[in-house]
């Protein structure tokens, strides 16, 4: 149950902040309707193929949409907001900054390894079939689960499942993108401002 406080917020502060709902709708009932939401939603785990779509959701939905979201993080932040600005505000915050164990992390060696991770565990996943597992009392070797191959529709569940996380984060860059090119040039603000603005320090970087 306390895991579901910090899932809660990771939710609803998001979809405030970025004002996809309006911030005069009260926390409490917006916190309730979400809960109520995916509360009706999990009832599809209840029924007598809950368990193969929790095997299935399982094995696609907490996979490749992770190690894309943290390549994309580790990118953003290095490449994007910059490796010297985020040097700038945690000596702001611990006193110093960090390392050069952190440096080479944090340019290299991080991003480089979740992506060769991500792109391993696609090859394997590629080329591996969808199978999930059956407790057949008429399986030729019961009490083992027997292996039955999904049908091929599940295939299009498996790509919106593993698809729609990952792509909302170039949508999003393409919309900013888009957005900004359509305004005036002197309201024109990037994904990262090109005008000066207040770190968390107090300095400014342009």
């Given at each position: ?52 779509w ?5 094995g696609y ?40 164990f ?27 079939e ?31 499942v ?45």
């Amino acid at each position: 149950l306390s895991s579901m406080f910090g899932n809660m917020e990771g939710v609803v502060v998001p979809l405030q902040d970025l004002r996809i709902i309006p911030k005069k709708w009260p926390k409490e009932l917006l916190t309730g309707l979400i809960c109520l939401g995916t509360y009706l939603l999990a009832f599809v785990f209840t029924l007598n193929s809950g368990q193969y779509w929790l095997s299935l959701l399982d094995g696609y939905a907490g996979s490749i949409p992770l190690l894309v979201i943290a390549f994309c993080e580790m990118f953003a932040v290095v490449y994007v907001y910059g490796v010297d600005r985020f040097n700038r505000d945690i000596e702001f915050m611990i006193g110093h900054k960090p390392n050069i164990f952190w440096q080479v992390a944090w340019r290299v060696a991080s991003p480089l390894l979740v992506l060769v991770i991500f792109l391993f565990f696609l090859v394997v996943k590629v080329n591996e079939e969808l199978v999930y597992s059956v407790w057949d009392p008429a399986y030729e070797e019961f009490p083992k689960s027997q292996k039955v191959t999904y049908p091929g529709w599940v295939y299009a569940v498996v790509v919106i499942v593993a698809g729609v996380p990952c792509l909302v984060i170039p949508g999003f860059a393409i919309y900013k993108l888009l957005r900004d090119r359509c305004q005036r040039p002197g309201d024109r603000q990037g994904l990262v401002s090109g005008l000066s603005t207040a770190s968390i320090n107090g300095d400014l970087k342009s």
